[in-house]
């Protein structure tokens, strides 16, 4: 009897599923960007706010995610120049002017345009490999840059993690968050 009921236990447990999911909709289309010049300009570092409650999401901490994050919010502007028809030179501005970060993003290694959107390549990585992560599984991030038809920086990203929290529990989350970066010139 009490072998019976540990394996109920057991099944109850390998049944159970958690899944989270959340989104932001934006009733703002992509506009369809023929070529890599239309990027180009000075847009707001930081994100419209979606909601009051949630931190700020800056457009720095999109195109250079492994930097230090304190950076960030010190970034006013991004400016984005095209340096040929396949190069895009970002530099990210404080409210001086001075340069705090500037990078060449060159399409086929950084990014690829589809559909009028820039896509930066897609990450997938295992989950769990590091000291104190709760899960193990699989994660992937795929970010869509582009303008909107009202001519202002979009950003689509879309995160999602599939596998066992705390080796019991099976879970899925995902995240998309659509993100609007004012052109200023």
């Known amino acids: 009897m009490r072998f019976l009921s ?14 989270g999911i959340q989104k932001n909709e934006d009733s703002t289309p992509y506009a369809q960007t023929q070529s ?26 999109i195109l250079w995610a492994d930097e230090n994050p304190n950076i960030h919010a010190e970034v006013e502007t991004v400016k984005v120049s095209l340096l ?6 970002v530099v990210a501005q404080s409210a001086s002017g001075s340069e705090i ?14 559909n009028g959107q820039l896509e930066i390549l897609s990450k997938t990585r295992v989950a769990g490999t590091q000291s104190g992560e709760p899960m193990i599984g699989i994660t992937t ?17 879309k ?11 099976p879970i899925h989350l995902y995240n ?7 052109k200023l010139k």
């Open 6 to 19: 540990i394996v109920l236990w057991f099944c109850v447990l390998c049944l159970q599923a958690c899944v």
């Open 36 to 61: 890599l010049s239309e990027l180009a300009g000075l847009y707001k570092n930081r994100a419209e706010p979606i909601d009051p409650n949630v931190a700020p999401r800056y457009l720095s901490a």
């Open 84 to 89: 040929n028809k396949d190069t895009l030179e």
């Open 101 to 114: 970060k500037a990078t060449s993003f060159v399409r086929g290694q950084h990014f690829e345009l589809r």
């Open 141 to 157: 991030q795929n970010t869509v840059l582009g303008l909107d038809t009202q001519g202002n920086g979009k950003v689509q990203e």
């Open 159 to 169: 995160i999602s993690a599939t596998g066992m929290a705390f080796m019991v529990m």
């Open 176 to 182: 998309e968050a659509n993100l609007r970066f004012v």
